[in-house]
């Protein structure tokens, strides 16, 4: 009998021990725990979007910090010097051409929106009324300058070489009747610069920041065909981290697409 009783006992201790375990597990499983990501973002649209799905990312399991910039080059180096997770501010294009001069590792995880590109002025109200030899700002960057380039071309404001579209520099420019000077400026700079120039070729999230309405306030605007949508840039081989993952699928969500439309009108157009 007495032995019995030890061997129930030993059982029960066994019970107890194995509940209290599952127990711990349930609470607080492997997989059930936080993540938390830096993510670099220009602050319009870019870190609105990101704040804009923040919440539910946290009800994902993942803790998002938007970390904001006010340049294009500083969140790339942070990027690829891991003090990032991920960026988001720029398109393929510039990514790739930065990814490509300095050897960095750094890809795509996927397509956002589409900024498109406006001409603005504070001295003119109609691009005919241009005057000659004016002074014309558009981006230093190669990518966003060869854009810059065609958009003008599309305006019929200056003809450049054939064939060589949006990877154009000054050095293509074939025709200029108008004798139209072009100045490259840091395109962060470039709202500030309006009072200096006749003309500025304005990326809308820096209009945006300027509190210009890329719709109402500019001359002229790059076609919502564009192939310019921006993306969330990460070092190759993590786009497939669960994070990541969470993090676009999230930003691709039909409630991302209607926020974009609804506060943007048209200054922001989703590319998903």
């Known amino acids: 009998m007495k032995k019995l009783l030890v061997a129930m006992l030993a059982l029960l201790s066994i019970a107890v021990v194995a509940a209290g375990c599952g127990g711990d597990k349930k609470a607080a499983p492997a997989d059930g725990k936080k993540v938390t990501i830096k993510v670099g973002a220009t602050a319009v649209p870019h870190a609105e979007i990101l704040n804009h799905i923040k919440a539910g990312l946290a009800k994902d399991g993942v803790d998002m910090q938007v970390i904001e910039f006010s340049d294009y080059v500083k969140p790339n180096m942070a990027l690829n010097d891991k003090e990032l997770d991920a960026n988001f501010f720029q398109h393929e294009p510039y990514l790739d051409t930065f990814a490509t001069e300095r050897k960095m590792p750094l ?11 406006g001409i603005y002025s504070k001295k003119i109200k109609e691009l005919k009324d241009i005057p000659n030899g004016a002074k014309i700002a558009i981006p230093n960057d190669p990518s966003n ?17 054939d064939g060589v579209g949006v990877k154009a520099t000054v050095g293509d420019i074939t025709g200029n009747d108008k004798k ?4 490259e400026i840091e395109a962060a700079l470039l709202p500030r610069s309006m009072d200096d120039t006749d003309l500025s070729v304005i990326n809308s999230n820096f209009a945006m920041e300027a509190k210009m309405n890329p719709v109402k306030d500019s001359l002229f605007t790059e076609p919502k065909e564009s192939p310019y949508a921006n993306i969330v840039a990460v070092r190759k081989g993590d786009e497939k981290r669960p994070e990541i993952v969470k ?24 590319a998903f």
């Open 145 to 161: 300058a060869g854009r810059a380039l065609a958009l003008l071309e599309s305006a019929k404001l200056l003809k450049l070489k």
């Open 247 to 270: 993090l676009m699928k999230a930003l691709q969500s039909p409630e991302v697409k209607k926020f974009i439309e609804e506060k943007y009108k048209g200054a922001v157009v989703p």
């Open 107 to 117: 890809i795509s995880a996927g397509k956002v929106h589409i900024e498109p590109m």
């Open 180 to 183: 139209l000077q072009i100045v």
